[in-house]
């Protein structure tokens, strides 16, 4: 029998870069690009990218819970995006690229509010944080050209060059301790 996994679902702009950090955690043993939170069934890239859709780009990741914690998977969430941003990441907007967490326990849902009420009265940041807390609904997988995409076109594609490699520099940097071997 199989070690018991635990699934998260984020969504911090881009699922490209989101990612291209994740899969590079230490207990993570799969993160999956797709779309959640919308009203559409079976939406594909083009229709989440037009914004009617009210899907955002997610991360699915399944993690080893004796590995990393949920509030692990969230100071990485927090120290790799700007959560203070409404419905954009720098240059993509639209509500497909809203800071979000879908939680998929009351618990996930408590921690994720405690660390959020906490990051806000530290000031950590300079404007509130807006990331909404979202219940988990179906998960939608991204079609194959956008699975493991920084690995496979990082060297090719500009958005990579100038967007995510610095992204995941900066994450191997801060989280070097957490990183797989």
């Known amino acids: 029998m ?7 679902t984020l969504a911090a702009g881009c699922f490209w870069c989101v990612e291209a950090v994740f899969q590079q955690l230490k207990g993570v043993e799969s993160a999956v690009s797709g779309y959640m939170g919308g009203h559409m069934k079976n ?3 083009k229709a989440v990218c037009s914004g009617n859709t009210g899907h ?10 004796d590995l990393l914690s949920f509030e692990n998977l969230l100071e990485v969430f927090f120290k790799t ?6 419905n954009r990441q720098g240059n993509d ?3 497909q690229y809203r800071s979000a967490i879908f939680y998929h326990t009351l618990e996930e849902k408590l921690i994720a509010e405690k660390i959020i009420k906490e990051l806000d009265e530290s000031g950590a940041y300079d404007s509130p944080i807006v990331t909404t807390l979202e219940p988990a609904q179906e ?3 991204a079609e194959d050209y956008h699975q493991n995409y920084f690995n496979e076109n990082g060297d ?6 100038f967007v995510v490699r610095p992204k995941v520099e900066k ?5 070097k301790d957490k990183l797989k071997a």
């Not at 955002?56 to 819970?65: M, S, T």
């Not at 995006?81 to 409404?86: F, G, V």
């Not at 090719?156 to 060059?161: D, G, L, M, Q």
């Open 81 to 86: 995006h700007d959560p203070t941003q409404l």
């Open 43 to 45: 939406p594909d890239y």
């Open 139 to 141: 998960f939608y997988v």
């Open 171 to 175: 994450f191997r940097k801060v989280f």
């Open 93 to 95: 907007v639209g509500t």
């Open 56 to 65: 955002a780009e997610v991360l699915q990741i399944k993690y080893d819970p």
């Open 2 to 8: 199989g070690k018991e996994l635990v699934t998260a």
């Open 156 to 161: 090719k594609n500009p958005y990579c060059t």
